[in-house]
């Protein structure tokens, strides 16, 4: 009995929820063979499993390294339906291009890592320029690569106010309009984000998507 | 001989405080790796150690926090790992004072291993062994693997310490307070902490850095109920804050943290010291709490 296309959606949702990171893949080419369209597969099966994830995450059920795992199934689901898409001549519209790095003086990574892996499971571009990144780096490559956003992540108290010299320097470059600043990391908070003048702030990696989201939503991306 | 166990029978073991706090504040760029200092700076690591012994820390910790050879890679420094660590033990060790003692820092790697990062299980031994090798060394009295997150590179960690050298080691995880109870970054309970430290024989453990005074009181208790060795607690100062000159500071003062301090020794906390935020003046009033408090403890 051929199964019903529902039942291909549904297994494809329930690996990524569960972080089955080698059985997505299959089961994407499975959905596909089976006639879905990969956009179908994409909107109904991972999207919504990449946000049950989150919600797991958020609801402290699932930990660092389920969303992890589930970020990468996603990643593994996702890297199959574009090729088919890509194949039969469609694009996937990008949720928008993020410039994302940890900010000069602090070499942690693990935060960022996580934000960018869930922002890329959700469909935006993401380029990932590491940590102990300069101030002007961030603004040279947002220019460069036609960025959307501009996420900054901080884990020390000293560093933190490198996030706000980031602001500055968009600031006096007349650039401040040009892209949306978003920040990060353990010592940062919404207030500090106010006051130095981010357009966003998120507390975790899950947030840090709909604060992405939210930050574009009746703006078309600089790129299109 | 450090035995931990003899050390906390009759007393409460005060540990000292930031040393990342106060090397930035005595001047360490922001990026600089801080275990360079111990060569280039050494007068300023061995200032700090100094002053938390005069405030009443029995031991402090060697400036190696980051000392493994995967985060001095990324300053371009792990094959300077053991000298950087020896150097670090014997800065401590030049100030300790008679009677006093010197503790190894041993953080984590800030890499996980497979399958949710890249690293193997032989890569984190690599890792850990010539830390260790240069703490023990320098003459440290002890180890204290800390701020882990995932138990198994604290177990890692200890077995590469154990390997490595006969010093007696203690441990501590970091938790968070979820909606859900106290958990590590990783997922890691209290309970499954506790019981892992147990069958390894940890002489003592407990947990360190993020939560606040207050909150570390209701971890400690959980500890306490599911163990009976010395406990090891090191809160924050609550949480960081930016002030209108744009300068970054902890919420507690020296004073409102101390105060946490019976609290925290009646839920069963043994072996105390600061965290993020905390400084000599903290250590100082935490030393005076201890003191007047030292009858209750049975």
């Given amino acids: 009995m051929k199964p019903e296309p529902n039942n291909h959606l549904q297994a494809l949702s329930q690996a990524i929820v569960q972080g089955l990171v080698d059985e997505a893949g299959p089961l994407a080419e499975k959905a596909l063979a089976a006639g879905l369209p990969p956009l179908q597969v994409i909107e109904q099966a991972c999207v919504p499993a990449i946000e049950e994830v989150g919600r797991l995450w958020e609801a402290g059920d699932y930990f660092l390294p389920e969303l992890i795992a589930g970020a990468e199934a996603m990643k593994a689901a996702m890297t199959v339906l574009q090729e088919a898409l890509k194949s039969s001549g469609q694009s996937l519209k990008s949720a928008g291009r993020v410039v994302i790095g940890t900010v000069e003086g602090d070499i942690h990574d693990i935060g960022k890592n996580l934000v960018a892996s869930m922002l890329r499971a959700s469909g935006f571009e993401v380029i990932d320029l590491g940590a102990d990144v300069k101030v002007e780096r961030f603004v040279e490559t947002a220019e460069r690569e036609k960025a959307d956003i501009i996420a900054l992540s901080a884990l020390l108290t000293t560093t933190m106010l490198n996030q706000k010299r980031v602001v500055e320097l968009l600031v006096s470059l007349g650039l401040k309009d040009k892209f949306k600043v978003m920040v990060g990391g353990a010592p940062v908070t919404e207030k500090f984000a106010r006051e130095i003048g981010a357009d966003g702030y998120g507390e975790s990696a899950v947030q840090a998507v709909s604060v992405a989201r939210n930050l574009l939503a009746g703006r078309g991306g600089n790129h299109d | ?298």
């Fill in chain 2, 1 to 298: 001989m450090f035995d931990i166990k003899r050390l906390t029978e009759k007393q409460v073991f005060l540990l000292d405080g930031a040393m990342g706090t106060e090397l930035f504040r005595a001047g360490l760029p922001p990026g600089h790796c801080p275990e360079a200092w111990n060569e280039e700076r050494p007068e300023a690591v061995a200032g700090i150690h100094r002053s938390y012994y005069e405030a009443g820390s029995l031991a402090v910790l060697t400036n190696s926090f980051g000392g493994n050879a995967l985060k001095l890679a990324g300053y371009g420094l792990e094959s300077r790992t053991f000298d950087l660590n020896f150097k670090a033990a014997q800065l401590a060790r030049s100030v300790c004072p008679e009677g006093r003692y010197v503790g190894g820092s041993i953080g984590p790697t800030g890499k996980f291993l497979k399958p949710v990062g890249d690293l193997t299980e032989d890569q984190l031994l690599e890792a850990f062994r010539p830390q260790v090798g240069g703490l023990a060394a320098g003459g440290v009295d002890f180890l204290l693997i800390e701020t882990q997150y995932d138990l198994k590179e604290a177990i890692l960690a200890l077995r590469a310490a154990r390997e490595t050298c006969s010093l007696p080691v203690i441990l501590t995880m970091t938790f968070n307070l979820t909606r859900r109870g106290y958990y590590t970054l990783m997922g890691v309970s209290p309970e499954a902490f506790v019981r892992a430290m147990e069958e390894n024989t940890v002489e003592a453990f407990g947990a360190n850095c993020t939560l606040s005074p207050a909150d570390m009181i209701g971890l400690i208790r959980i500890m306490r109920s599911l163990s009976d060795g010395p406990l090891i607690a090191q809160a924050n100062a609550g949480q960081p804050r930016v002030g209108p000159d744009g300068s970054t500071f902890y919420e507690l003062g020296p004073g409102e943290y101390a105060g946490y301090i019976p609290e925290l020794v009646e839920a069963g906390a043994r072996v105390i010291g600061g965290c993020c935020g905390t400084s000599p003046e903290y250590i100082k009033k935490i030393a005076e709490k201890i003191s007047a408090f030292f009858d209750k403890i049975d």
